[in-house]
């Protein structure tokens, strides 16, 4: 049993935690946080030992009748790999504990490409990542795009992308977040970061992105252009996508036209959260015109590196090859609607 710690127990390092204790090779180590919120309380309901990410912070745990199964050094120590899902930036000064433990670590896409050894997408580059000790899970867009381009790249060829993605403002919880009544080009300057974070993972692609923030916290949406470099119809395409075990190509009639019908869709179909965890991408939408492939995708952006980061850790630690761990995931998951 591969023994995983997580920490940082916010938006990501929640539902990896349980993602984790579902997989029937991997003991959830236990998780770290800085303070005593619902979160640590529900962690502890849930049976997860519960470690103090700040030493300092510790009697504010004991204040707020919280049980600590220790300090974050000790979960890092007990851990066979770390998955760290702290806020940007916090990862980068986290790498020095986790070197001092020989634990490798898997970071979040809110870091940079230069931090690790390797950016990581199940589908696309697993291998890559297989015994390095420091690796990114690309972000929630990113990983959004990757899975799109694999089977797009391999069966038709692609001269290039050209994808706008419309962002959500803010996660649901994140209430300092905006805009509030607003539609804000971000970055007003081409191109968005987005593209060049695709090229960590296929660093051969021709991709722009651009990108906007709006006041929604649902999803993201990609309207996404691909110069094809094969023929291909609006069929063929299609079929290539319902193949992907993490792509969902919601179908005509189903009556889903947006993020809230989606949304609702996965709480009905009794997702944790309502958790979106495969890319879902309209099948009407799907269009050809000459060489050109046109589609809109929404994004979960809370939930769609989860299955990633299982995957990551089995490529960390060596013990599965991308198709076995793909599928043992997705199977502990439920995944697929
Ligand atoms: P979050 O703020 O919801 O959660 C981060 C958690 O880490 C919080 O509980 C915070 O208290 C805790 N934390 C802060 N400092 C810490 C420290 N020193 N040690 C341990 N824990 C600490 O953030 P999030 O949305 O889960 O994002 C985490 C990472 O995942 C970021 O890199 C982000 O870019 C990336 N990411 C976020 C999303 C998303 O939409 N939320 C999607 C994909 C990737």
């Known amino acids: 049993m591969l023994q995983v710690g997580v920490n940082g127990y916010g938006t990501i390092g929640k539902r990896v935690a349980d993602a984790i204790t579902a997989q029937p090779d991997m003991e959830l180590a236990g998780v770290a946080k800085t303070r005593p919120n619902f ?47 702290t806020p940007s930036g916090i990862g980068a000064e986290n790498k020095e504990l986790y070197d001092a433990h020989g634990t490798p670590a898997l970071y979040q896409g809110g870091e940079d490409a230069e931090l690790v050894d390797a950016s990581f997408n199940a589908r696309s580059n697993f291998s890559e990542a297989v015994g390095r000790d420091h690796v990114r899970v690309v972000s929630c867009n990113t990983t959004g795009l990757s899975r799109l381009v694999a089977p797009i790249e391999e069966t038709f060829g692609i001269e290039k992308v050209r994808a706008t993605l419309v962002r959500r403002g803010g996660d649901p919880s994140q209430s300092s977040r905006g805009p509030i009544n607003d539609v804000l080009p971000d970055p007003i300057s081409l ?92 099948g009407e939408s799907i269009a050809v015109a000459g060489s050109d492939l046109y589609l809109f995708q929404a994004i979960g952006q809370e939930s769609d590196v989860v299955p ?27 995944m697929g609607f």
Do not use: M
């Not at 906007?212 to 094969?230: C, F, I, R, Y």
């Not at 290539?240 to 019908?261: H, K, N, P, Q």
């Open 39 to 85: 979160e640590a309380e529900q962690a502890v309901k849930n049976g997860y030992p519960l470690f103090a990410a700040v030493p300092e912070r510790v009697p504010r745990f004991e204040e707020a009748g919280i049980d600590l199964a220790g300090e974050v050094e000790a979960l890092v120590d007990r851990s066979d790999v770390v998955v760290d899902a």
């Open 191 to 282: 191109p968005s970061h987005h593209g060049p974070d695709v090229k960590t993972i296929f660093p051969d692609l021709a991709i722009d992105t651009l990108g906007l923030k709006v006041p929604a916290t649902l999803t993201h949406t990609h309207s996404v252009n691909v110069s094809l470099a094969g023929e291909a119809s609006a069929a063929e395409v299609r079929e290539t996508l319902e193949d992907e075990s993490r792509l969902f190509v919601i179908s005509e009639g189903s009556g889903i036209e947006g993020s809230g019908a989606l949304k609702e869709f996965a709480l009905d179909a009794g997702r944790p959260r309502g958790d979106l965890w495969e890319n879902c991408i309209w």
């Open 308 to 334: 990633e980061n299982v995957d990551a850790v089995r490529a960390v630690a060596g013990t599965d090859d991308a198709e076995t761990s793909i599928e043992r995931t997705n199977d502990a998951l439920g």
